[in-house]
């Protein structure tokens, strides 16, 4: 069932919102050839545990519990990344993922950061995930239906000729992370029954994730990390975005900025 936010309740998602927009803005500084992407999520622990917030990611269950406060996919790990010794290089692509909960109310937000010089392919396909993102955000009090911004989605990425991941979808968010409704980011018949009005007090994550090649995915040993089957570029950009009766609101602004 979707639980509408009031707008107080709006105000108090937003500051767990701000909080996680605080810990990219600590990713970014961070973001160069030489870090490695552990040393990155030790940071934004020691954040979240400063401003006394609940980390969401550390110990969700799974095959294994994730063990880490942030989800690093480098390259072409799409999501569910877990942050290691890797050092970073110049030319490599990072999505960092991370979400927290303050007051009982949660925020979640990905960003997809270059390191160094990357290529202009990569370039060019950060932008189009951002593209993607935006106009789902920018369409989506505009819409009474949710697969009508999902479509909207799939034209940017057609318009690139990149695929959007259908296998991982966005989500309902409040007092936990994960609530109802299921957001996918692209329509097909089959889902139909599964879509859902836009209204007001609606709260959603939303997180297209574009693959330079094809949707096919897999997920590596550690039962976390997911990867392109084909080897090629992914990216993945993700808003907690509340619809109020004056529009769209990102409650997760300044992510990535
Ligand atoms: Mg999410």
């Not at 406060?69 to 999505?95: A, F, R, W």
């Not at 979400?99 to 990905?110: P, Y």
């Not at 409040?174 to 089959?190: C, D, F, I, L």
Request: hydrophobic share 40%; aromatic share 6%; net charge neutral.
């Amino acid at each position: 069932m979707i639980t509408l936010k009031s707008r107080r309740e709006i105000g108090l998602m937003k500051e767990a919102g701000q909080l996680v927009a605080q810990a990219h803005q600590i990713v970014k500084r961070m973001v160069e050839p030489g870090v490695t992407t552990l040393s990155i999520d030790t940071e934004v622990e020691k954040f979240f545990e400063k401003q006394n917030a609940e980390p969401l990611f550390k110990g969700y269950p799974g095959e294994t519990p994730f063990p880490a406060v942030t989800c690093m996919s480098v390259n072409e790990q799409i999501v569910h990344g877990i942050p290691s010794d890797y050092v970073l290089k110049s030319g490599d692509i990072l999505s960092v993922d991370t979400g927290c909960r303050i007051n009982g109310w949660c925020g979640d937000a990905a960003w997809t950061y270059p390191v160094g010089e990357i290529s202009s392919e990569a370039q060019r396909l950060l932008k189009a995930g951002e593209e993607a993102l935006n106009v789902a955000i920018d369409n989506l009090a505009k819409q009474k239906k949710w697969s009508v911004v999902a479509q909207k989605m799939m034209k940017v990425a057609k318009k690139h000729k990149y695929s959007l991941v259908e296998k991982f979808v966005g989500h309902g968010i409040g007092r936990e992370m994960h609530e109802a409704p299921q957001v996918p980011n692209y329509t097909k018949k089959s889902l139909d029954r599964d879509d859902f009005l836009i209204e007001p007090g609606l709260v959603l994550a939303v997180e297209p994730m574009l693959n330079a090649g094809t949707a096919d995915i897999k997920v590596l040993n550690d039962k976390w990390t997911v990867v392109t089957r084909d080897g090629k570029l992914s990216v993945h950009f993700e808003h907690t975005v509340a619809v109020t009766t004056e529009g769209a609101e990102r409650l997760t602004e300044g992510v990535g900025r």
